[in-house]
Structures are given as structure tokens and as C-alpha cells.
């Protein structure tokens, strides 16, 4: 079935089954990694002003009201919705569109996370509000062949930024100009967007955005790499040693391979997503590190990544209840403090597949050094 | 002007104490519980979210907000300040490096914990002022703030915010300054360097990487292609960019907190990006900015400058405004229209941009970023 057909045609069966009148998909503009972009997924279009929506009909009337009303050609061209507005006064313009549609009585809304008092006001004078993030996230589960390719299209993306991260981590470079590099590399290979996080130094605590910090002779470097690609995230998590790594941290590197390699064993679909972080934990615990597995020191084991759902979490930790489902995309980190060596980063994406997992990257989780 | 938001602030993360010493914010913090007493008020919540929004608590923590999350500064009436942002407790130690505020806490649920503070401190019930909360706080955690407050009155003190970071100070200025420069060289980039056999998501990769080796924070990119059919200003795609095409490039980056845009039309010719002369429009901007100066109100610029505009025989396009003050927000009070009654003061910063039909290129556009002085406008995009 056609992408967009079967995103509508699933959306109004759960209206349906809610007895909704509608839904409004709202979206401030911001795209961020642990929550689902809900209107991007649905439209295929990815917004830029601070109040764009998407409204749906129980009858199967759609409607996308931009802002700026400049960016409406773009729209047109980039969602399947036909029925595109520009607005210069969002609330007004969503509540005619309510009334034009006839949503009068409860009207779902997905996106109330990033919207502000204004428009759900403007929305309860229509109808009434009915908090509804679970319809896209629904829709979102079951995945097609396009957004699997999506997924594996970004995981080689994250290698090029890899790729660049070893190339270029080197005494005397700044952690921003390092960042850029990889950045490049990255939108080179087809990234709209990077989520970038990094660390150096003999002792690390967290990754952070880039420093202006000059790398040197000895650092341990730690990236996360997470390129975005029509939507789609993946991330991998690496570490380099600039110099010859010390025997000791190249033991507790293997032991956060081990970790990973165990955590991953695990994933498959009809399995509760804790079973990861335990196997996970157990590895680490096992090698006295207990205590360093929980909060404060680590919190999430992993989580999800996906165009409309992060399914099966934000956080996937040895509480984490949902399932592994088919098609989802799940990071898998053993990032860890450990006194001895401060935090590694250490991490992979994969594509739940029926018997298991399949790697979205290609590059070695393991550590890497470079002479000096 | 709106743009693509970018999934992270991931660029230099830094703060400079001489560029903007601790002295500045102290300053500022002191102001605004002078305000507070003034007003009869026990506390205030200046927040600040996002990647666009960050500015009034960025204005007193100095704190930027790298992913759609928030942040929020508590000013009691005397005493120290309190900053809570969203995050774990692992940032914490990253977060302490770009502020001065001592009491820094990290909170995953924002409202909750500000909540539980103002309880601790005796502050439910009292008279609560708020800057930013009811415009840019997700209505799900205004809700529990307001729950959570509700014995308290609560005053809306939004000016405040706005009118003191309407008007920069010396420090400011001098960062509008440095971020200005940086646009400046972008377009040098731009027009120095050659593009063979490229497409527009190329070129803004190498736009996007000279600016972050200078050591932005964010960089912000559209094109437009003023000969297409229906052309407008839009995130770069995968499209190619051929030999003579006209060309508009927005470039927008904040640097150490502060934001600076510029906008230039280009021809693309033997795998450059030309700057054609752009005749009779480019004189009319020129001219249009004698109009802005202290004293004057925003809207007698406005209709100063699309009156020269109109007995020249230009065409302007006014899809993207004639620009709004630029600062600690890519996009900042004032804006410029036909209504606004603010008085234009010496200190305030504005982008201007001005675009307009043209046989020639299909369509022109120009903008730079400004400071106000005593003596007219300075144009720091250069």
C-alpha cells in the first residue's frame, strides 16, 4: 500500500476506535531525537516556522496549516497532503479549519509536548482537547520498506562521520573543529542534520557539545554520532586513544565490548527491551562496576529511533516493559564511567529483524588508536 | 527569519569571561530585582527554551539551551539567583563551565522542580512575576507549574526581558560585532570559492563547515532560486546549481550566544557564485537606512523606506519583512512593520533585509546586520 494512504487510512481507524471527531498533529518547529516528530512522520514534511499542524477528519478531510506562510511552496511540493495553507495567524486559521471540518466535539491532539497555551486554547474553543501522541506512534510501528531503507541509508552515514572522527582526531585540533569535520563528512554522504556530542581529555565525565579544547597527546576522545537522514536517526558510539592505549583501558574497552556484544544477543522481536539492559548490566556488574551501571553515574542502556516512534522508549533500562518489535530501530550503548577510566563511549544501532538484529553500521565497535 | 531548526546546538560550546565577564550578568540580575521590589513582587521565573527561544534566561545564566528543552532563572527580590535546567545530573558538571550561577541544578521534570523550590523557600503563596513562561513553556508544564503555584498571584513581566535586551550594552555590542564578522566571511567564502559540479545540499555542507571552524554555535542556511516558477527562500535540497542561476543565500549564526544575518544575491557562473550589481535596489537600502536613527519609531523607518522604495518604481516583496531586532534570538522585538510604536534607541540591533522583483535576476534580496548608534546605523556584516 502506498505510504501515505496507509498512514491515513490507519489513523482514521484508531479515530474511530477513539470516537474522535479528528486529530491535529502540532509541531513547534523542533525536531528533537527522543520524542517522536509526529508531523514530520505524517506529512513528510519537515516544518521551520513555530506553529505548523496537520488536521484530520474522521471523514478523511486532511489540511496542513504552515507557518511562515512563505514556506507553503515547499510543502506543496514536499508532503502528500494536497490541501496546504499559509497563515499569518495560526490559531485563528486552525480553529476555522475545526469548524470547516466539522470537529466539534472531541478533537485528538498529538504534539501538546511542544505546544504553548495559546494554540491549546485556541483548539479547547473548538472542540474538546483529547491528548492522542499514541495514534502516530501506532501508525509508526509498522514500518515500510522505504523507512527500512532509510534507516540503513543513515546507519552508512554514520560511519562516514566516523570515518572523518579518526581521520581527524589528532593533538592540536579544537573538539568544535573536529565536530566540523565530521559534520561535513557526514552532510557530505547525505545528512540533513547531526547530533553530535563529544569528549577529550585523560579522564572524561560525559559527552558534551564541542569545547574550543585542543586535543592532545594521551586524550581519550569520545563521540557520539548520530546522523539524521529523511528523518531517521542512527547512532554509533566510539572512542579513540591518541597514543598507545594503556593495557587497562584496553581491557575494560573489551569488557564493554562484551557488554554490547551480550546486550545485542538478546534483541528480538516478542522479547521485553529490559532484557538488553540487564545483559548489559550484568557484564559490567560482574566485572565490579555494579554501582557505576545506575543513576548517577548511567541511566539509559539504550533506546529507540525512529521517524514517528522511538518504540520501544526514550530510556531502555532494566525496567524498560515494551517488547522488541520487527523493523524497529534500536541503539545499544555500554557507554560507561568507570573510576579507572573515566566515561568510554562504546555503541551501536541496529534493525530488529525477525531472528535478531542487523548492524546499521559497518565501521568496528572497538578501540581505536592513533599514533602521535 | 524562520529556518530549520537544527536537531542540536552542537557547535564551540564555550564561555569567554573577557568577551562577557561574570560582572555583566551579575549586573543584569540586579537590575531585574530592582524591578522586582519596584513591582511588589517576592520572586521572578525568567525562562527560556530551545534552540530559537533561549534568550531571557540565556540573558542571565549565559546558559544555552542545545536541545528543545528549558531553562529557567529564579530571582528572589534580594540574594542570590537559582538556575534549573532541563537534563540529567551528568551535565551538570559541563553545564557549571558556561555559567555563574553557584546554584545550578539540573531537572528532568522543570516545572516539578521549580515547584518543589519555590515550596522550600516559602514562596507559595507570594507574588510570582514570569518572563517567557506563558509564551514558550509546552503548555503540558505550564500547567504544572501553575498547578503547583496556585495559591501564588502571578504577574506577567514579559517587557522587562524585552525591553532590556532590546537595547544591547557595550559587551553586547561587541559580540553582535564578532558574530557579524563571521557572517561577513561566510559570504567572502562564498563568493571566493569554487563549486564545480555541485548541488545546493554540497554547497551549504561547505558553507556550514567554514563556519563552524570559525567557531559557531549554529549555522542557519536557505537558498532561493528566484527564476524557478514559485520560488522562495527554503532549506537547501538535492537539487543541482546550474550555470546561471540566480542565486539568494541566507546565512544566519549565533557565536558565543549571539546571533547576526546577512543575505546576498549571487549569479552562478563558471562554478562561482558572482556578485552582480544589483543597480538602482541596492542604492535604495542604502538609502532607506538614513530613515533609522535614534528617536524615530520602527513603523516611521518602515514606511520611510517602502516609500522610497515605491517612487523609484521598485517592486518590493514583503513575504519576509523588512526584519525585527537580532541579539540572544535569531529573531527578537522589535519587529519592523508598519505599526510598531517602539522608538528606535542607541544600542538596539536589527537585522534589515529588503527583496524585490527584478526582469534581470527574477527576484533580489538584500540584508545585513545593524547596530544603532548615536549617529545612524552601523552595519556589522562586514
Redesign the interface.
Known sequence: MDNKIFKLKKALELLKQKGLDGLVIFS??????L?PNQLNYFSEW?P???RNAAVVSKSGKVALLI????????ASQKSWIKDTRGTRNFSKDLTSILREFDISGSVGVAG?????????QAIGEAARVVPADDILEEVAREKTQREVEIARKTGRIADAGFNAFLEYARPGI????L???M??AM??A?A??????ISSGRHN??M?????KRLAPGDIVIGEI?P?FEGQ?VQICRTVVLGEPDPLLAEKYEMLVHALKEAIKQIRPHVPASSMSIAMNKVISDAGYAKYCY???M?ARGHGFSLGSISPGATIDDETKPDFEKDQVVVVHPNQYLPETGYLACGESVLVTESGTERLSETKTILYSKGV | M?????????????WDRINMPEAEFRERAQRIQEKIRKENLDVMLVYGA???EYGNSCYLSNFVT???QGALVILPKEGEVTFIFQG????L??VQ?TTWIEDTRPAMDLPQACVKFLKEKGLVPSRVGIAGI???????E?QVLMDGIAPCEVIDMDHVLREMRMVKSPKECDQMRRASRIVARGFDFISGAAFPDTNE??I???I??EM??E?VEDVRILIGKPREK??????ADDLPVSEGDSVIIYLALSFERYWAEGIRTFSFKDSFFEKPDLGTFAGIFEKGLSGMGPGRTVSQFYKGLLGDADKSGLEPIL??GLGHGIGLGPNEFPVIDDKSPIEMKEGMCFVLRLAAKSKKFGAVMTGDTFLLTQNGPEKLTV
Open positions: 513547534s518547529g523542533a525536531f528533537y531525537f520524542r519537515r521551520l516556522g513555530p507557518e511562515p506562510p512563505w514556506d507553503l511552496n515547499r501538546t509536548g511542544e505546544m504553548t497555551l495559546d494554540v491549546y579544537r573538539e568544535y573543529e565536530v566540523g569535520e559534520e561535513f552532510r557530505s547525505g540533513t542534520d547531526n547530533f553530535t556530542l565525565y560525559s558534551h557539545p564541542a569545547s574550543d548520530s539524521v536517526v543513576p548517577p553515574y541511566r | 524562520e529556518t530549520i531548526q537544527p536537531i542540536l546546538k552542537r557547535g564551540r560550546d564555550v530551545g534552540l530559537n542545545k536541545m528543545p540529567g545530573s551528568r551535565e558538571k559541563t563551565t506563558r509564551e514558550w513553556m509546552p503548555v503540558r505550564y545540499r554540497m551549504e555542507a561547505m556550514d563547515r563552524r571552524l567557531g514559485q520560488w522562495a527562500l527554503r532549506p513575504d519576509y
